[in-house]
């Protein structure tokens, strides 16, 4: 699988990479299986948090035995100092590993943004982790554009965990702000959301860890979806959080031998005419 180097962390990661919610409430066998399939297939970076359930309990003895092969990255959500640190250590214990190569502040919110950055906020606990070695690189994930200038602009993070899906981005513009401006420093660039659909439908979809519709039904929407993604100046984009939504982008990867191809001169104008018509697309519009 094609490899690229997570901006300033230096870190050589897979461009598909691995969705910690996939082991969420799978036995141990199936971790185990699911791990060991996703490094057999070339990926070489994996995402958790402690939000996902008992995901991080399930990884970290299936992650165990190739550690030392691949990058581990984790979150909090806590939103102070002490929280954060006290998150980030019982995460180190879950996971079965002594540092992570990416932790990030999870999912800031707008109004998160100054308790985050201020005295005794989480940022401080990022900070101090580095300095003991806990964690190689320190980052954040937000849905917002405008969250994600703010705390680049702020502060020297590592990486940028955003939401880099074509429906969002081709009808509302969600994303291109917040990779430019991390381009800009050059951080590393993590997407989510490739391979999402559209807002979660009543009635269920038989997807119930992935918590909006994944493109399941449409092998020509998937390709051209996460061939976008991986267009759009990211280093790496992270899989749904269902085994058979990983093992689906595995093999839109597979299928240009490791390295997918960029979008022809027409395909961009037919994903601009389809997400024209998503009526609730996973994130808002751009404000």
Known sequence: MEERILGKTGLKVSVFAFGGIVVKQATTKEAAGAVAEAVDRGVTYFDVAPSYGNAQEMLGPALQPYRTKVHLACKTGR???????????????????????????HGVNPEEVDTVLGPGGAVEALVEAKQKGLVRNIGFSTH?????????????FDT???????????????????????????MGRIAIKGLADRAKESGGDGFPKCWYRPI????????LALRYTLSQDVHTAVSPGDIRMLRLGLSIVEK????????????????????????????APVA
């Open 79 to 105: 939103r102070t100092k002490a929280e954060a640190l006290a998150e980030l250590q019982d995460s180190l214990k879950l996971l079965r590993t002594d540092y992570f190569d990416v932790y990030q502040m």
């Open 144 to 156: 917002f554009d405008e969250v994600a200038l703010r705390l680049i602009r702020a502060f020297s």
């Open 160 to 186: 940028l965990l955003f939401p880099v899906n074509w429906a969002c981005r081709l009808k509302n513009g969600l994303s291109e702000a917040a990779l430019a401006e991390a381009a800009k420093n050059n």
């Open 216 to 223: 399941f039904d449409d092998p020509a929407l998937a390709e």
């Open 256 to 283: 240009y031998n490791g390295k997918p191809a960029p979008l022809s001169a027409e395909e961009p104008a037919e994903l601009k005419s389809r997400a024209l018509m998503v009526e609730e697309t996973v994130f």
